[in-house]
């Protein structure tokens, strides 16, 4: 099965940071790769899909990037609905759908 | 409004069953491949369970593989988990979740049904 490892496991970061977050595939994935901003309490929320494609109404302060087997999540001007628990997650036909382990964008 | 509502959550002794439902609307759910993701208290996310459009494939972590039977009615607009054998290891709450077509990813979410397994 292909694992995906986040990192870091914690960010600490105030309003207006640029944020950057780091996802790694145990193989080559392509770029079927999607980010997720998920808070407490509630369900996930679709932020990028096919690595850098920006789902409909996320704002574009958020961009995503790579491919193989290393893709990132950019959050250019971190605002503070932005604190939240982001999680990668990968598409393979032959290992269907895992998710990193998550990343905590905390308050600096 | 395009929505997904899951159901049948609840407490059950280990070694039990459950049957949860998820309820979609809005769409047309025929045409759409959903799956099942869990989230244990506290813990990250966890694939659990996908089935196609037409109910004919259908795929499981190995978590869950043997003591779980995912399906779906279309004329209902529903989907379903069994869940048997439950362990403890299984409290969690489960989200139903779409998938954007052709980009694999899980684009709507139900808001979760919290299953606990104690004793």
């Known amino acids: 099965d292909i694992q995906m490892t986040q990192s870091p496991s914690t960010l600490s970061a105030s309003v207006g940071d640029r944020v950057t977050i780091t996802c790694r595939a145990s193989q080559s994935i392509s770029n079927w790769l999607a980010w997720y901003q998920q808070k407490p309490g509630k369900a996930p929320k679709l932020l990028i899909y096919?690595?850098?494609n920006l789902e409909s109404g996320v704002p574009s302060r958020f961009s995503g990037s790579g491919s193989g087997t290393e893709f990132t999540l950019t959050i250019s001007s971190l605002q503070p609905d932005d604190f939240a628990t982001y999680y990668c997650q990968q598409y393979n036909s032959y290992s269907p759908w895992a998710f990193g382990q998550g990343t905590k964008v905390e308050i600096k | 409004e395009v929505q997904l509502v899951e159901s049948g959550g609840g407490l059950v002794r280990p070694g039990g069953s459950l049957r949860l439902s998820c309820a979609a609307s809005g769409f047309t759910f025929s045409s759409y491949e959903v799956n099942w993701v869990r989230q244990a208290p506290g813990k990250g996310m966890e694939w659990v369970s996908y089935?196609?459009?037409?109910?004919?494939?259908?795929y499981y972590a190995d978590s869950v593989k043997g003591r779980s039977t995912v399906s779906r009615d279309n004329a209902k607009n529903s989907l379903f988990l069994q869940m048997d054998s439950l362990r403890a290891e299984d409290t969690a709450v489960y989200f139903c979740?779409?998938?954007?077509?052709?980009?694999?990813?899980?684009?709507?979410w139900g808001q979760g049904t919290m299953v606990t397994v104690s004793s």
């Open positions: 979740a779409r998938v954007k077509s052709w980009a694999r990813a899980f684009d709507i």
């Open positions: 096919k690595a850098s």
């Open positions: 089935i196609s459009t037409s109910g004919s494939t259908v």
